[in-house]
């Protein structure tokens, strides 16, 4: 059409008004063949006036689409579409040609303006009078006209069969199993075009269906499968729910559907691609406007599997992933950077069939893994479920099916357990299998011993208490009242140390940061074998020094604290202080009293410092540390060899006191302390015993070598490294040996000891030396006899030719690989070296 004059245009468009205006109010009942809809405003209204059916354009779209809508709200609320995906393509001029009709064939059809089909009911049974009606639910059926009932079955078709985007109330979302149709929703593309969009929501089938949301083939969330009182996954509302939700799995029909509590409430389920959301929206007449209800996903959570197998979700957690207890991350590297994909796995493996001895903990709130991989037993009880469970090597947790009071049946899931998540106050428990030692069998049986010991302790505790009064009231008879005041002390003192003995503090990361200023190099003390030492002031004052233990340590942080509790068990004058610990992202540091005087070989090996050391002190010195590694070796609960003795690591006090530090760091970073080999050799070569430093062998033996390197460095003030007197080119265990050989050790005494010294309290200590430095292990004395021959006038055995090595510049802490390359020396006095290259 042409418009040549503004006039002209005036009158036909006020002509097309007129024809609508007449056309439009047309409000239809039923369509039939005689009967059609046309695009011209006319619509079908159901029974109650509720929804309508009409043509409509959405958005900024010229197509035409059949829909239906809320006739009795104002915001138009598209439900339901036809023709979705095969709109009739805009043309304003003639679309009043296009009607929904009834075709010869019975199906309802919808024409364009050139008659052409553009979507079809299709089905093919014919029916004589066919009619179609738009129900009060909003179901739109195609039904024999004559028939008077409105019963489903009679139905030839329903558009509650087609779903698009939005479920709504007594629409069935899943699966005809009799027909075998599918009804599940898919979003819109987009806000003006309807077509499938890949956003979807249906029925995932299984032994224990769910409803599962997809992005394109991905699934996106699940809902969990239906307990009773509702989907696993979704949180327990507190207030009364709107709708009444409706899950039927029988032999016919798999389905959720909802129905509204209150009729008069008008609320929806749809998806949004846009948002990827499904949503519950309730319109609130008031405020004429939609409310958002519900939102899904909910939480960080909700997607699929955000954890990755057997890791947990948990919203409110930091972060949200974490590892069912006990299981531990597959990859700790990447899941510390926060990459879950991997999941966790179990601690400790089960044992599966070997003596039946597993046993199961139980999660309670869970969303119950994905269901693909588990099996369902209608009526079994949750006990036979979990000897079903057992029986199968590879059932991994198992839970009830349905929570209800009086509800039966159960499920058992088989591999990893997928897309887990802590759901609030949801009352699924999920019973997970365990090694027995991590399961809720072994936590009883530890709580019926508890409940077994408890009663017998009391009574016993009572015995010995009334034994005690008897005694402690004779004895009081005779003593008198100073005595009595004094014990009270003396215990309570008792008291005070127990306790100071459990109460290892854990410092915090940041607090360690200020007190020793970042870590600055100012503050740093020195650097061992395990990591530097800085000194740091805590801010009540109090100085103490931190160690900073190297990353590479493997082990776990409960086992660390554990051993630094142990550690700091170990209490003796002449070993320092372990004050605390400090286990915090990757670090892992240990908190020491602080020495102001450094130590011993800043004395020893400095001439103007080492006069400070005459030889009571001296000896003194050398009986300190004999008793400090007896205590480690012997005296202690924990049998600890220290495997890095050495005169850096004595530390002196203001009255030069020794005290041994650094003992048990082989123990806190994760090596095995029992006697034995070892791939990581640690320890400073000079002082290194040759089975250990070849070997990698290492006893308590290997310190009493150690002991006797530094015994001789003590009473000599030289390094043994250092010795290049004469013309020996070898070290000072070798010009001991040559000396006492040629019957002259006195030449080995330190100068500036010559007025102090007790020469036979001298030779004794070289005596002893020299049969610590045996180069059999079994040949050196351990460190009770060394204690026993310092102190007391006994005959000392006469030493043979001790065992040492030379390595090349060797740095302090090596890989036992280039301990090959050091060579011992059992020959008398010719002792070689030998180069691996
Ligand atoms: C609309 O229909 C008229 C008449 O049938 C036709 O001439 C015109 O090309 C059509 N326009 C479009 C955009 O299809
Ligand atoms: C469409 O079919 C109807 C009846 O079958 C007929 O009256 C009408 O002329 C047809 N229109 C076109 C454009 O073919
Ligand atoms: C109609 O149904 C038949 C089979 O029942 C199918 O092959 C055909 O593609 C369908 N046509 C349309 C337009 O859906
Ligand atoms: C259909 O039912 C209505 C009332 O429900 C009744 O008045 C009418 O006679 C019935 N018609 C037939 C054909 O059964
Ligand atoms: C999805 O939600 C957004 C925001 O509420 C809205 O703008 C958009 O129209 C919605 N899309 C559909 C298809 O409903
Ligand atoms: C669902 O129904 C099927 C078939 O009746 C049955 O095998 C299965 O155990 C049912 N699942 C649940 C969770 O009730
Ligand atoms: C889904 O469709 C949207 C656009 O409609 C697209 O951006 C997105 O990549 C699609 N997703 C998948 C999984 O196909
Ligand atoms: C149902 O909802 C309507 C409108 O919101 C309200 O007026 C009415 O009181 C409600 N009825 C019941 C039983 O809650
Ligand atoms: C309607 O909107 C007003 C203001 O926007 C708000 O105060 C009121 O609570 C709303 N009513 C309902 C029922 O949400
Ligand atoms: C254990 O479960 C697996 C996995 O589902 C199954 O294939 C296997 O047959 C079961 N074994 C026994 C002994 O029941």
Not at 180 to 200: H, Q, V
Not at 677 to 705: C, H, Q, W
Request: proline residues 4%; charged residues 25%.
């Amino acid at each position: 059409m042409a418009f040549t004059h503004p006039f002209m245009l005036a009158i036909t468009i006020s002509n097309l008004l007129l024809i609508f205006f007449s056309q439009s109010s047309t409000a239809l009942d039923s369509i039939t063949q005689s009967q059609p809809l046309h695009d011209d405003g006319s619509t079908l209204v159901s029974n109650d006036g509720t929804f309508e059916l009409g043509f409509f354009s959405p958005g900024s779209s010229t197509n035409r689409y059949i829909g239906i809508w809320y006739k009795i709200i104002p915001v138009k609320t598209i439900v339901w579409v036809a023709n979705r995906d095969s709109p009739i393509k805009g043309n304003s001029s003639n679309i009043k040609s296009n009607m929904l009709t009834i075709a010869n064939d019975g199906n309802m059809v919808l024409l364009d303006s050139n008659n052409q089909t553009i979507w079809s009911t299709n089905i093919t049974s014919l029916t004589t009078h066919p009619l179609v009606q738009l129900l009060d639910t909003a179901n739109l059926v195609l039904k024999e006209g004559n028939k008077n009932n409105s019963n489903e079955e009679s139905f030839l078709w329903q558009s509650f069969d087609h779903p698009c985007d939005t479920l709504l109330p007594g629409m069935k979302l899943g699966w005809d199993l009799k027909k075998g149709i599918e009804r599940k929703l898919s979003a819109w593309k987009s806000w003006d075009d309807p077509s499938s969009g890949n956003l979807t929501w249906g029925m995932l089938l299984s032994s224990n269906p769910e409803l599962v949301l997809r992005k394109g083939s991905d699934e996106y969330h699940r809902s969990g499968p239906w307990n009773g009182a509702g989907f696993s996954g979704q949180p327990v509302l507190r207030i009364t729910p709107i709708v009444d939700t409706k899950f039927v799995n029988d032999s016919n029909q798999v389905y959720y559907s909802y129905t509204l509590r209150n009729k008069s409430v008008i609320s929806i389920t749809y998806l949004n691609q846009t948002l990827v959301h499904r949503k519950r929206i309730t319109w609130i007449p008031e405020n004429k406007t939609w409310r958002v209800y519900e939102s899904v996903p909910r939480d960080e959570c909700d997607p699929y599997n955000p954890c990755g197998p057997n890791g947990n979700c948990m919203v409110n957690e930091t972060p949200i992933c974490q590892c069912l207890e006990g299981f531990e991350p597959k990859s700790p590297q990447n899941w510390n950077t926060f990459e879950w994909t991997q999941g966790c796995v179990h601690r400790e493996p089960w044992s599966c069939g070997v003596k039946n001895e597993d046993g199961f903990r139980r999660f309670a709130s869970m969303k119950v893994p994905d269901t693909r991989s588990s099996w369902t037993y209608g009526n079994m009880a949750l006990e036979d479920c979990r000897i079903k469970c057992l029986k199968n090597c590879s059932c991994m947790a198992y839970s009830n099916l349905d929570i209800r009071e009086g509800g039966s049946g159960c499920s058992i899931w088989f591999g990893d357990l997928i897309d887990l998540k802590l759901v609030q106050a949801s009352q699924q428990d999920l019973y997970i299998r365990m090694a027995i030692s991590g399961s809720d069998e072994e936590d009883t049986r530890k709580k019926k011993a508890l409940v077994i010991t408890i009663p017998l302790v009391s009574v016993i505790t009572i015995l010995l208490l009334v034994v005690f009064l008897y005694i402690y009231m004779g004895k009081r008879k005779h003593k008198g009242k100073e005595s009595d005041a004094k014990n009270m002390v003396s215990t309570e003192k008792k008291d005070e140390e127990e306790n100071q003995d459990f109460e290892l503090p854990f410092f915090d990361l940041a607090l360690i940061f200020n007190a020793t200023n970042g870590f600055s190099e100012d503050n740093k003390l020195g650097e061992g074998g395990f990591g530097p030492v800085y000194k740091g002031t805590l801010q009540d004052g109090r100085d103490v020094a931190i160690k900073r233990l190297s990353r590479s340590s493997t082990q776990g942080v409960k086992e660390f604290k554990n051993e630094v509790i142990l550690c700091a068990k170990l209490q003796h004058r002449n070993l320092v202080k372990v004050l605390g610990c400090c286990v915090q992202e990757e670090e892992k540091m240990l908190l020491y009293e602080y020495m102001p005087n450094k130590s011993l070989d800043s004395f020893l090996f400095d001439s103007t410092q080492s006069k400070l050391l005459d030889w009571s002190k001296r000896f003194n010195i050398i009986c300190a540390i004999a008793h400090g590694l007896l205590y480690l070796h012997q005296d202690s609960r924990l049998r600890i060899i220290h495997r890095d003795l050495k005169a850096s690591n004595i530390l002196l006090d203001d009255d030069m006191n020794p005290k041994i530090s650094d003992f048990g760091l082989a123990r806190l970073c994760g090596d095995d302390q029992i006697e034995g080999n070892t791939n990581r050799v640690v320890g400073t070569y000079d002082y290194m015993a040759p089975e250990y430093a070849i070997d990698g062998l290492f006893s308590i033996k290997s310190d009493v070598f150690s002991f006797g390197v530094l015994l001789l460095e003590i009473v000599s003030g030289k390094k043994n490294r250092g010795v290049t007197s004469t013309s020996d080119t070898y070290n000072l265990i070798g010009h001991a040996w040559r000396l006492w050989k040629d019957d002259d050790p006195t030449k080995l005494i330190d100068i500036c000891l010559e007025e102090s010294c007790v020469v036979s309290e001298v030779l004794r200590c070289i005596q002893v030396g020299l049969l610590c430095l045996q180069l059999h292990p079994n040949d050196r004395p351990n460190m009770a006899s060394v204690v026993v021959m310092l102190t007391n006038e006994t005959i000392l055995a006469q030493p043979k030719e001790p065992g040492f090595f030379i390595g090349k510049a060797i740095p302090s802490e090596v890989e036992s690989s280039t301990g090959k390359e050091i060579f011992v020396s059992v020959n008398e006095m010719s002792i070689s070296l030998l180069d691996a290259r």
